[in-house]
Structure formats: structure tokens, C-alpha cells
């Protein structure tokens, strides 16, 4: 089966559009359409439904895209293994994506030391929400994310890493600083929250709901984007927000912010890794989870 036929008819399911699935594939449009035609012909079985406004798989195409994948993963996989020669020095491209907090933490640190230790290899990190992470990882986009809140999606599984504590920051001379308060008393703050889709937001709203309220109860009225635009906020002294501790660890020692616990809270969330079901890991992404896992733990 030709494997360029089944690259073009993946990049279609996935985008949804032939036009999005040609830019991917950096063809032009034609030829994907070419490529997805030339496969039904053959195969005597209409995979994709062209009648809506975006293309979807029929019931047919969706059974060949599950194969497709792994045909084309076990390829990728066998190319890298024929040009390393199976053993040896890594080489290749390893494509990472990492939430905000991960992100801008751990995870750069953990990519310099694997590269350095493996030169041959080289690195790609993007930073984005969890949310954005996640969809990318299941579109193939990327080989890896870490992210700090596991959300269900189809395409993707999900690994612990590590764990990493939740607090409510605020200027050290605020008068929650070192204290322990009420949910009563963050009411009458100025709460600044992440946008959705961040996970440190997901973590919140999850310990709210146990503790028998929700996040809207506290009325935020600041909703600032993702971890360092809330950083930047609080230090600015514009309010208090829940944060990654890892993200202020040095303003913590530098004493720019301070910390506070809110009574019948305990956030903290697990930080995980996200692979594409079904996709085979290139020897760099195996190698570099092994080396990770040993530093984290």
C-alpha cells in the first residue's frame, strides 16, 4: 500500500480539509485530492464524506485511518532506525510541547541537559496552553507534551511525570502573606485568574468544586492568559492568584512574592506526559523520557 496515499488521507481526517491537510503536508491542494482518490479507487470504498462543511471519515475510512497510523508510525520509526543504524549516537528532531508552567520550569532545563548529554539530536519546544498541548500531540504535530492537567481526548495518552504543588501567591506585604485564610476572606480580593484551557486553572476549579464552591463564586475580575501574565500581575501588587510553585521559586527566594494557604484547600496536580495513541516513540523520545523520569523523581 502506498504509504503517500495513506500520509494524505491521515492529514485529511485530522484536518478536516483538504486545503489544511495540503499545507501540513506542504503539497498543494490537487494532489492531496489526487492522492485521497487514487486510494478509494483502489480500495472500491468511499473513505472520506465530502457533503458536509468539513470532510469526515466514513465508516470505512475511519477503520483505515486507525491502520494508517500505525503503518506509518511503524515506517517512521524504521527510517529513523535504518539512518541511526537501530544503535549508536541518537539522532534526529525531537518535537516538544509543554504547558505554561512545565514549561517554563522544568522542562527547558531537563531538553538542555538530554541534548547536551545527546548531541546529535536536535530540539524543538513550544509553549502553549494545556488544551493546545494536548490537540497537537494527537494531530502528530508533536512527538511529546507535558502538560499540567490531564484533559480525556481520544488521540492521546496520558503518563504521570511529576507532581507539582498549587499556591496562592501574592506581594509579600499583603496581608495574606505567610497566613492561612478563608475561602470568605480571597472573596474580598482581587483574584487574577488564567484563561481557560490553562492547567493550573483546571486544578483550581477541581479543588473548588470539592470544597463546595465554584471559582465564579469568588468573583475574579481579572483574567490575564496563561501563568506568567498572572506572575507579572501579582508582583505589579493587582491582586493574589494560584500559581505553580515551581513558576516562583525565584521570587519567592528573592522575596518579590510570598505565599499563603487557603483553609479546606490542598491543590496540587500531577504533571504528565502525552503521547499520540498508537504512535511508535522514536528512539530520541524514549531516551529522553528515561532521562527525565530519572530526574524528576
Do not use: W
Not at 69 to 82: D, I, S, V, Y
Not at 177 to 195: F, H, Y
Not at 264 to 285: F, K, M, W
Amino acid at each position: 500500500m502506498d504509504t503517500r496515499q495513506l500520509a494524505a488521507f491521515c492529514a485529511v481526517v485530522e484536518r478536516k480539509s483538504f486545503s489544511q491537510a495540503a499545507e501540513r503536508l506542504g503539497v498543494t491542494q490537487p494532489a492531496v485530492s489526487l492522492q485521497v482518490r487514487s486510494l478509494e479507487k483502489r480500495l472500491g470504498q468511499q473513505l472520506l464524506d465530502r457533503s458536509g462543511r468539513r470532510v469526515e471519515p466514513t465508516e470505512a475510512g475511519l477503520a483505515l485511518y486507525r491502520g494508517a497510523q500505525r503503518l506509518l508510525a511503524l515506517e517512521g520509526q524504521l527510517l529513523e532506525e535504518l539512518e541511526a543504524g537501530g544503535e549508536g549516537e541518537l539522532g534526529g528532531t525531537l518535537e516538544v510541547g509543554a504547558s505554561t508552567g512545565p514549561g517554563s520550569t522544568v522542562v527547558p532545563v531537563l531538553l538542555c541537559e538530554f541534548q547536551r548529554a545527546n548531541p546529535g539530536v536536535a530540539i524543538s519546544l513550544s509553549i502553549s496552553d494545556t488544551q493546545s498541548v494536548v490537540e497537537r500531540v494527537a494531530e502528530r504535530e508533536l512527538e511529546l507534551g507535558v502538560v499540567g492537567a490531564a484533559r480525556r481526548h481520544r488521540g492521546v495518552v496520558f503518563e504521570p511525570f511529576f507532581r507539582d504543588e498549587v499556591v496562592l501567591a501574592c506581594p509579600p506585604d499583603h496581608r495574606f502573606a505567610g497566613r492561612t485564610i478563608s475561602l470568605d476572606e480571597l472573596r474580598e480580593e482581587p483574584l487574577v485568574v488564567m484563561q481557560e484551557g490553562a492547567g493550573v486553572r483546571q486544578v483550581i476549579e477541581d479543588e473548588l468544586r470539592r470544597a463546595g464552591t465554584r471559582l465564579r463564586d469568588l468573583e475574579p475580575r481579572l483574567e490575564l492568559g496563561l501563568q506568567e501574565s498572572a506572575r507579572s500581575a501579582v508582583a505589579a501588587g493587582y491582586g493574589v492568584t494560584f500559581i505553580s510553585r515551581a513558576a516562583i521559586e525565584a521570587d519567592l527566594a528573592a522575596g518579590t512574592l510570598a505565599v499563603t494557604r487557603v483553609k479546606g484547600l490542598e491543590p496540587a496536580r500531577q504533571i504528565s506526559l502525552v503521547r499520540s495513541t498508537g504512535r511508535s516513540p522514536t528512539r530520541a523520545a524514549e531516551a529522553f523520557v528515561a532521562f527525565a523520569k530519572e530526574r524528576v523523581k
